[in-house]
């Protein structure tokens, strides 16, 4: 049974705060995402990595950092945590090569700064 | 970038109707298209896909076509029940999980 878990189901966190959202799968996936979820605007991609050591910004980096140093863990930073930054954060993983598989989701960490 | 087009945004059926969501992708190469359901609260789990050596899958009350020349598939359930209740997403994993913007669909009792 594949697991991808996220550290926290919900965080609340004061502005200009670092914020730290981990994300753990345990079927040595090469590739790992982070996405935030906000209704209305679907999954959009904030940054992925596909192997240790290895990322690429996705569609929103603005304000995000990630941190890949373990195959099986992909970290998610805010290194100042804004207002806007309050979402639904959801973490996947995906098989090696990365196309035409399934993705694993983690179960979400709610943030809310304020 | 790549994208996948998804509508309607939002659905609302009675129960017992049927709910139909399209999306379109750009990709000509792309050739797995998984559907997500995400249910309130919970992780978006996958529930069918398709290959693009097939026209049609279907699984009990859940179906998923495509259409390669159109570069469209879609999403059909029949018999909705208000469990259906979610937001679906559909995906062109053939360019590393591009969504589509989901559908929330609502079946009412």
């Known amino acids: 049974d594949v697991k991808v878990t996220q550290s926290s189901r919900y965080l609340v966190k004061r502005t200009g705060e670092k914020v730290f959202l981990e994300c753990v799968q345990d079927?040595?996936?090469?590739?790992m995402f982070w996405y935030r979820q906000d209704p209305g605007l679907g999954l959009r991609l904030i940054y992925f990595s596909y192997d240790v050591k290895m990322k690429e910004k996705g569609d929103i980096p603005e304000g995000y950092s990630v941190s890949r140093e373990k195959k099986e863990r992909f970290s998610l930073i805010l290194e100042s945590a804004s207002t806007n930054q309050t979402s639904m954060y959801l973490c996947a993983s995906l098989w090696a090569g990365g196309r035409n598989t399934e993705a694993f989701f983690g179960q979400g960490t709610r943030l809310t700064v304020v | 970038g790549e994208n996948v087009e998804q509508h309607p945004s939002t659905l609302s059926v009675q129960e017992g109707d049927s709910a139909v969501i399209k999306c379109t992708y750009s990709?000509?190469?792309?050739?797995?298209f998984p559907w997500y359901k995400q249910e309130l609260g919970k992780r978006p789990q996958l529930i069918i896909d398709?290959?693009?050596?097939?026209g049609e899958k279907k699984d009990q009350r859940i179906a998923v076509t495509l259409n390669k020349t159109a570069k469209h598939f879609s999403l059909h359930i029949t018999e909705t029940q208000p469990e259906d209740s979610a937001v679906y997403f559909c995906e062109d994993a053939g360019n590393m999980l591009t969504f589509g913007g989901g559908t929330r669909l609502m079946v009412k009792p």
């Open positions: 398709i290959r693009s050596n097939v």
């Open positions: 990709d000509s190469a792309s050739n797995y």
């Open positions: 079927m040595d996936h090469e590739n």
